[in-house]
């Protein structure tokens, strides 16, 4: 199975901050990599996929990159309503895996 | 507009048969264009993807649950469904069903049913 390990778990910010998550995969996965927004109660939102594409809808702050089998999501100024839980997927083969989560805290 | 919703027992005794139903409004089941999947988040955990089915009938399971998992669809209700055998307190999460695109991510998620795993 392709491990994906994300970090921080845990982030505390201020609304204007810039956000840097960062998930890193146990093995090439290409640039076959999502991330998702969560909020109790709510469906998760994709945000991103293959790594660096803004899915429609979503705010330009928010932007993928990769090196190699490092990915990282940036946000570039943090608003309110980012106060989230953010995860990374890997689908680039079965079985699907997904990152710890970060959860971005009000500081 | 797009929209999954989960439905089923809360509640589910060890040793039972966890079933969830999922129903998809906005889109058909049936497109090839889809695919449908289980993921769990369990308290404190990351998510966890449970499995995946095709318009083809085509499934993917997660090793760690496969032998314990089954994914079914209904098209003439549009619907597609999740039987979780032999649950245990470790099956307790809030479960989501999702729509894949073909060959890629996940793009449309359910909100999310608890079902909790205890006498």
């Known amino acids: 199975d392709i491990q994906m390990t994300q970090s921080p778990s845990t982030l505390s910010a201020s609304v204007g901050d810039r956000v840097t998550i960062t998930c890193r995969a146990s093995?090439?996965?290409?640039?076959?990599l999502a991330w998702y927004q969560q909020k109790p109660g709510k469906a998760p939102k994709l945000l991103i996929y293959k790594a660096s594409n803004l899915q429609s809808g979503v705010p330009s702050r928010f932007s993928g990159s990769e090196s190699g089998t490092e990915f990282t999501l940036t946000i570039s100024s943090l608003q309110p309503d980012d106060f989230a839980t953010y995860s990374c997927?890997?689908?680039?083969?079965?079985?699907?895996?997904f990152g710890g989560g970060t959860k971005v805290e009000i500081k | 507009q797009l929209q999954l919703q989960e439905s089923g027992p809360g509640l589910v005794k060890p040793s039972e048969t966890l079933s969830l139903t999922c129903t998809v409004s906005?889109?058909?089941?049936?497109?090839?264009?889809?695919?449908w999947g289980w993921i769990r988040q369990a308290p404190g955990k990351g998510l966890e993807w449970i499995g995946s089915?095709?318009?083809?009938?085509?499934?993917y399971y997660n090793p760690s649950l496969n032998s314990r998992v089954t994914i079914s669809v209904s098209t003439s209700a549009n619907q597609f469904s999740l039987k979780l055998s032999s649950g245990t307190a470790a099956d307790t999460a809030v479960y989501h069903c999702g729509r894949g695109i073909v060959g890629a991510h996940f793009d449309s998620w359910g909100q999310g049913a608890l079902v909790s795993v205890s006498s």
């Open positions: 997927h890997q689908y680039y083969k079965y079985p699907l895996t």
């Open positions: 089915i095709y318009s083809t009938g085509t499934t």
């Open positions: 906005g889109a058909s089941i049936s497109s090839d264009s889809y695919f």
């Open positions: 093995q090439s996965i290409s640039s076959w």
